[in-house]
């Protein structure tokens, strides 16, 4: 049974950079990052597969979020740079595609 915990939130400014962590217990899967933004529906942010060589990106994060992952420590990351106020949401991970099941997600805000 999969578990994940996301880690690395906080408060930046406009144009600064943060690095999300999941720490991915429970097998190997293809794992997406997710955020909800205030009065905003949950929607995908940026997927990698299992091994890492495939990823993909929203059309409004690419060229500023990376994603990638450490297999030997178990851990997903989101490298988000050029951060802008509209990134403002808690961030969530899962498998991709999405379990049903959230954790509490870690939040991102960023001020102007």
């Known amino acids: 049974q999969v578990q994940l915990v996301e880690s690395g939130g906080g408060l930046v400014q406009a144009g600064g950079s943060l690095r999300l962590s999941c720490a991915v217990s429970g097998g190997m899967y293809n794992i997406g990052w997710y955020r909800q933004g205030p009065g905003k529906e949950r929607e995908f942010v940026a997927g990698i597969s299992w091994g890492g060589a495939i990823t993909r990106y929203e059309d409004s994060v690419k060229g500023r979020f990376a994603i990638s992952r450490d297999n030997a420590k178990s851990t997903v990351y989101l490298q988000m740079n050029s951060l802008k106020v509209e990134d403002t949401a808690i961030y969530y991970c899962?498998?991709?595609?999405?379990?049903?099941?959230w954790g509490q997600g870690t939040q991102v805000t960023v001020s102007s």
């Open positions: 899962n498998r991709h595609p999405p379990l049903p099941v």
